[in-house]
């Protein structure tokens, strides 16, 4: 039998004396001020744990555009700011390996695996997990100025990155289309609900006050610094 883990439910009404304290007021839509000039303040809503893993799968996209960019320009002999690269692959083996991966390997596919559900596809996912780790071991030792001056090392780090963007396109895709819904159908509500707080609070243990939004703006620097920040400069021209 399953019931409400107590350190969880402690957590829940921290946050709502909290917020109730000193004045300021709960409302149920967006926050705002009311007709006595008190700010309110809209409740944080919970995000469920799947969608927060499907967020930090848009990170991990983000990384592999750029580690895209970073192979098309070693690959033309155009200048690849060292520090970008190890601050991307530090930012997959911390975020994404580390926390992320955890994550799944630690309540989702345990779940999925004693649920009898997509058994073949989970042990396939957590070889490709292990694998990514070499790569990403393979991109960090290569990702300094002599590392990519020297071409025998280049090479290297540009197949770590192809395989590194192969694998991951259709890992985190099938995650996010198969993966994942089948696991929130296999979860009692509660539960479900209690595993989003659970990812939340380990997110804010490891990353800080700004969390998910820290890794990324991280990211979006990297992408300033390789001039592909801008949205509007994937629009063709049609
Ligand atoms: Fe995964
Ligand atoms: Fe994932």
């Not at 559900?117 to 490709?128: A, F, G, P, S, Y």
């Not at 071991?137 to 590392?147: S, V, W």
């Not at 990353?207 to 610094?225: L, Y």
Request: hydrophobic share 40%; net charge neutral; glycine share 8%.
């Amino acid at each position: 039998m399953t019931g409400v883990d107590p350190a969880v439910e402690r957590r829940r009404l921290l946050r709502l004396s909290a917020a109730t304290a000193g004045g300021v007021l709960l409302t149920a839509s967006a926050g705002g001020r009311t007709a006595a000039g008190d700010v309110t303040v809209a409740p944080a809503e919970e995000v469920p744990p799947t969608e927060d893993l499907m967020r930090e799968h848009g990170v991990l996209k983000r990384i592999l555009l750029i580690y895209e960019e970073a192979e098309r320009r070693l690959r033309h002999g155009k200048d690849l700011p060292p520090e970008a690269l190890r601050e991307s692959a530090d930012i997959i083996r911390t975020f994404i390996e580390q926390y992320h991966e955890k994550l799944e390997e630690n309540y989702i596919f345990p779940r999925l695996r004693k649920a009898g559900k997509l058994v073949d596809t989970v042990d396939v996912l957590k070889t490709q997990h292990d694998k990514g780790r070499i790569l990403t071991r393979r991109i960090l030792d290569g990702a300094t100025a002599k590392g990519l001056a020297d071409e025998h090392t280049r090479k290297r780090v540009v197949h770590a990155m192809r395989s590194f963007d192969r694998m991951y396109a259709p890992h985190e895709a099938r995650e996010d289309t198969v993966v994942f819904p089948t696991f929130r159908d296999i979860m009692p509500a509660r539960e479900f609900a209690e595993m989003g707080e659970r990812f939340e609070d380990e997110e804010h243990r490891r990353f800080g006050a700004a969390g998910f939004t820290g890794i990324v703006d991280r990211v979006a620097g990297i992408e300033r610094e390789l001039d592909i920040y801008q949205l509007s400069k994937f629009t063709p021209h049609v």
